[in-house]
């Protein structure tokens, strides 16, 4: 991946119109960001209270970013017309799309998979790199964590209020578990940016632009383990992904730009296994069974290869750009892999001479990927504005499309597949969305 941290900065696109344009500025930005910020509880109530939208709202009329279209000099409509034919998607590899767009599944986009159901502006989402785009995690339908600048924030939905879980603009504490053991914390870090994050149960790893490794116990103060993984000089962490190993033990995987893939163990945050490839990794999956991994990075072709040698199985040939997000179906038969080219292919394991679906996003490169726990929906984010939803019971040829504005900085499912969570990072109208999963002879959603 490209390692332009001073050009790209903090909040870094894939195109060059950043937020929105000079126009919505002057009506927003106008009022001064700092008289938002305020650390008193019934202030932050009270903006809540203007700057939230629940489905009630939405379904009176307004706007589920709260952007008060009425108020500017162009519709919505027209807006979006102009995002789309000035966005220009970033690639590392300029190579002609002709044959591509010929091997495109056609889907319809009628479909209404996931109902609006909230979003906040309480907690802004962020992001440090402008290629990764995985620091949104849902641990439950009411449990969500995100990145927001320096800190790593945890959402109640239920309570809709937000709480810090970890600070790395700083020193870190070590949990009173780790104090006895000094190794687990590489002291002198400084400053962190956090480039990406993973959650499952309750144990948070978040991936540094420098290499560093920085993993917290939910349930425990203090961070359990902070270092450097590697002294590269191009160490940026692409990655992480917890699962469980085959032998019942739970480990992570990270990827890194110095072109290798490390394995710990997430008790004693050893590593126990490291795979190396000729090109920077940007992404990782393991199979269902724990037997396969799928490896994408700076690289056309991606790879599947044997989880316990990290050696090449097959080849994975179609993509034309580098690739930054892969997901396993649940039923460990199916893969997705998202590239730059502004697709997400389908791959039968059992048949990888060629993909199985070509799914095109609208404008920009395929960033993150994510399945539900049940196998029916595929969530497809691009870098700003859209997110796809698959049907994949009908084999990919149904969608919905969440049309939104601003860069997304991740997408994420809830366990229990009840709720879709969008951060989108933007100056003004940062935030996270909420969708709900709509089933048969659903209850209306009422007051809130």
């Known amino acids: 991946m490209a390692q332009y941290q001073e050009e790209y900065g903090n909040m870094g696109d894939d195109d060059d119109m950043g937020d929105f344009d000079d126009d919505v500025d002057d009506v927003f930005h106008g009022r001064g960001r700092g008289d938002m910020e305020t650390d008193s509880d019934e202030d932050v109530d009270v903006l809540r209270k203007y700057s939230d939208t629940t489905a009630l709202q939405a379904r009176h009329g307004k706007d589920i970013q709260g952007i008060p279209w009425e108020r500017l000099h162009f519709t919505r409509e027209s807006y979006r017309e102009t995002r789309l034919q000035q966005y220009k998607n970033y690639e590392n590899l300029n190579r002609p799309h002709d044959e591509l767009d010929k091997e495109c599944q056609e889907f319809r986009k009628d479909g209404k998979f996931y109902d609006f159901h909230y979003n906040t502006r309480s907690v802004k989402s962020t992001f440090v790199h402008f290629q990764l785009r995985n620091l949104v995690w849902a641990t439950s339908k009411h449990d969500v964590y995100l990145m927001s600048n320096y800190s790593v924030m945890h959402w109640c939905s239920?309570?809709?209020?937000?709480?810090?879980?970890?600070?790395?603009?700083?020193?870190?504490?070590?949990?009173?578990?780790?104090?006895?053991?000094?190794?687990?914390?590489?002291?002198?870090?400084?400053?962190?940016?956090?480039?990406?994050?993973?959650?499952?149960?309750?144990?948070?790893?978040?991936?540094?632009?420098?290499?560093?490794?920085?993993?917290?116990?939910?349930?425990?103060?203090?961070?359990?383990?902070?270092?450097?993984?590697?002294?590269?000089?191009?160490?940026?962490?692409?990655?992480?992904?917890?699962?469980?190993?085959?032998?019942g033990t739970k480990q992570l995987m990270t990827s890194n730009n110095d072109s290798v893939v490390r394995i710990f163990d997430t008790e004693t945050f050893s590593v126990v296994g490291r795979y190396f490839y000729p090109w920077a990794v940007n992404h990782t999956s393991v199979s269902p069974d724990k037997k396969l991994v799928v490896v994408v990075g700076d690289n056309v072709d991606g790879l599947l290869v044997d989880h316990q040698t990290g050696k090449a199985v097959d080849t994975l040939r179609g993509h034309l750009d580098f690739s930054f997000a892969s997901v396993w179906h649940p039923d460990g038969r199916y893969f997705a892999t998202g590239n730059q080219d502004t697709t997400c292919r389908i791959w039968d394991v059992r048949n990888l001479s060629s993909s199985l679906t070509v799914l095109k996003g609208r404008m920009g490169a395929i960033r993150s990927l994510r399945f539900t726990a049940d196998g029916s929906f595929l969530a497809m984010a691009e870098p700003a504005d859209f997110v796809h939803v698959f049907d994949v019971r009908r084999n990919y040829k149904q969608c919905q499309e969440i049309d939104l504005f601003g860069e997304i900085s991740g997408v994420s499912f809830s366990p229990d597949t009840e709720s879709l969570f969008i951060g989108v990072a933007d100056r003004t109208y940062g935030s996270l969305l909420e969708y709900d999963r709509r089933h048969v002879n659903q209850y209306l959603d009422y007051m809130i």
């Open 158 to 247: 239920l309570k809709r209020k937000s709480t810090e879980v970890l600070n790395v603009a700083g020193p870190l504490t070590p949990s009173r578990e780790v104090e006895k053991n000094p190794w687990a914390i590489q002291h002198g870090l400084g400053r962190i940016q956090i480039s990406t994050m993973c959650v499952m149960d309750n144990l948070m790893v978040a991936g540094g632009f420098e290499g560093e490794l920085v993993a917290k116990n939910l349930d425990s103060h203090g961070v359990s383990y902070c270092a450097k993984v590697t002294r590269d000089e191009n160490a940026i962490t692409n990655a992480i992904e917890i699962y469980d190993s085959a032998s």
